[in-house]
Structure formats: C-alpha cells, structure tokens
C-alpha cells in the first residue's frame, strides 16, 4: 500500500525551528518528485516546497524562503523539512505529498498525502 | 506567479443537483496542467482530476474536468451525499510556485 507517514510537528514558540520527516513506502521513493503543503486553521492548501526525485533541485514558495529547508535521503525513503525562524502565520497543518508520475522536469499533481503534522508557532 | 481564483466560494445545492465549479488563472496555464482536489472535513485532500480533464484512479465518472488556458471548470454531474466538501484547484508543471486556489465549498442546501 502506497502510504507517507508525516511527524515532528509540535507547538514552537516565534523564532523557533522545527523538522518534519514524511516517510514513504509501497512505492519507488527516488523515482519521485515530493512536495510540502500546508494548510492554516480554517483555511486553504498553499505549496511550501518541492524537490526533484535524486534531490537535486529544490523549490519554495516566497513566504518560506531562506527559511525553510526541503531534503530527501532516498536510502531511507524519507522527505524532510527544516523549518527555521517560525513565525505565527507557519501555523499549519502540513502535508507532504506524492507526484502522481514520475517525469523529468515536470512536477505532477498530487495522487498521494500523508495524514498532516500540525505546527502550532505561539509563545 | 499564477493567481488561481475559484467561484462560487459557497455553492449550495441539493443532492442529485448538477454542480459547477470555476477555477480561474491569472495567466494561462500551460499544457493544461491544472488539477482538483476534493477534501472532506477533517480529511486529506484526494485527487480527483489532473490534466484539466483526467479522471484519477477510482474516481466515478459523474466528476468531470473540463477547460484550457486561463479558465477551467469541474463538473459534478448529480449529486450525491458524499460529495459536499471542499475543492480546490492547483496549477504544476515546471515552473514553480505550484499555487492553489482559495477553495469551493459545496454545501447541501
């Protein structure tokens, strides 16, 4: 069965730093673009971050750069986010999310999430 | 960047009812890389088209994509129970940012 398990969420407070993990299974983990997206209270979904299959090539939104950090150990089959000087808007359930096909230079749209790591950023 | 706006932001309709939901891009979306999701409260979002028209794995065919360019629309042919929730719409490809849009809700009236 295809699955991502998320964790590492918490409460932080302002400035904080946080580090999820999503780990894989039931699928060729390197051969697959993934992604971050969260979800603040009562809100929409919002993309935080993608990365390449090899890991190469990472991407942000422009509310999480240079502060946030995608990477990938394709040995362990698990996506990580480091997640530095939060603010109270990083509030959020973040997901991380399968591309559905694998392809060279095209991110997919979504086939598979985790269940979501709530990050609560208050002091 | 590509600004999605959806519309309605409320549809309120009854089961058996024909549902159409809008998805508009600031600029055009290429090579109809643009998908919807459907999350129901307290669940994950579940992909239910890519490809502007592609129905994914397991989802019934009264869901329908349809549109191209800036304008893009998902069609919910009758209405059943299960399928009052959220939708959102999200554009990929290869230029990131990988926005999504604000989100329909389809309530039962």
């Known amino acids: 069965e295809l699955q991502l398990v998320e964790s590492g969420g918490g409460l932080v407070q302002p400035g904080g730093s946080l580090r999820l993990s999503c780990a894989a299974s039931?699928?060729?983990?390197?051969?697959?673009?993934m992604s971050w997206v969260r979800q603040a209270p009562g809100k929409g979904l919002e993309w935080v971050s993608s990365?390449?299959?090899?890991?190469?090539?990472?991407y942000y939104a422009a509310s999480v750069k240079g502060r946030f950090t995608v990477s990938r150990d394709n040995s362990k089959n698990t996506m990580y986010l480091q997640m530095n000087s939060l603010r109270a808007e990083d509030t959020a359930v973040y997901y991380c999310?399968?591309?559905?096909?694998?392809?060279?230079?095209?991110?997919?749209?979504?086939?598979?999430w985790g269940q979501g790591a709530m990050v609560t950023v208050s002091s | 960047e590509i600004v999605l706006t959806q519309s309605p932001g409320t549809l309120s309709l009854s089961p058996g009812e024909r549902a159409t939901l809008s998805c508009r891009a600031s600029?055009?979306?290429?090579?109809?890389?643009l998908a919807w999701y459907q999350q129901k409260r307290g669940q994950v979002p579940r992909l239910l088209i890519y490809?502007?028209?592609i129905r994914a794995t397991g989802i019934p065919d009264r869901f329908s994509g349809s549109g191209s360019g800036t304008d893009f629309t998902l069609t919910i042919s009758r209405l059943e129970p299960e399928d009052f929730a959220v939708y959102h719409c999200?554009?990929?490809?290869?230029?990131?940012?990988?926005?999504f849009g604000q989100g329909t809700k389809l309530e039962i009236k």
């Open positions: 999200q554009q990929y490809g290869t230029s990131p940012p990988f926005s």
């Open positions: 039931g699928f060729t983990f390197s051969d697959y673009a």
């Open positions: 600029q055009s979306v290429s090579s109809s890389y």
């Open positions: 999310a399968k591309d559905s096909f694998s392809r060279n230079g095209v991110f997919d749209a979504f086939d598979i």
């Open positions: 490809g502007a028209s």
């Open positions: 990365i390449e299959g090899p890991g190469r090539d990472t």
